[in-house]
């Protein structure tokens, strides 16, 4: 009875192990970069992800301080507003929910893009003459 209570703890010890590190290999970020990349995602059929405007996120690295987004000559008040209006227009998608998982995890993406400060960013080590 002891060595059945000993591998039933054991197997929820390890469970819960395995079950830390693949959370935290799912980051918000990380499944929003999917998301950003799939050419499928909501639905949209002109073959584009967001990633084919916006290569590696190339100019939406201000977006997670902006208040207010001009789009295709709209006015959107949220980050969430205007990835949907990008879904519908660019990649004849269709809008998701503002609050949906999917999409808190492209907010998420979109703002790991910010630029960091200088003092944020890593300092490059400076090369060695004569190596």
């Given amino acids: 009875m002891r060595v059945l209570k000993i591998m039933l703890l054991s197997m929820i010890a390890i469970s819960l192990m395995f079950s830390f590190v693949f ?20 639905g949209g059929t002109a073959g584009k992800s967001c990633n ?21 000559g709209k006015k959107l008040a949220s980050l969430e507003d ?14 998701i929910a503002v609050d949906s998982q999917e999409m808190k995890d492209l907010a998420a993406y979109i703002k790991s ?10 300092k490059k080590k400076k090369a060695i003459e004569g190596c």
């Fill in 82 to 95: 205007a990835v949907n209006v990008c879904i519908e227009m660019a990649n004849k998608g269709k809008k």
């Fill in 52 to 72: 084919s405007c916006h290569p590696n996120g190339k100019g939406l690295e201000k977006s997670a301080e902006k208040k207010e987004f001009n789009i295709m």
């Fill in 113 to 122: 893009l910010a630029v960091k400060s200088p003092a944020e960013a890593p």
């Fill in 23 to 42: 959370a935290s290999k799912h980051l918000p970020e990380e499944r929003g970069k999917a998301l950003f990349n799939d050419p499928k995602f909501a």
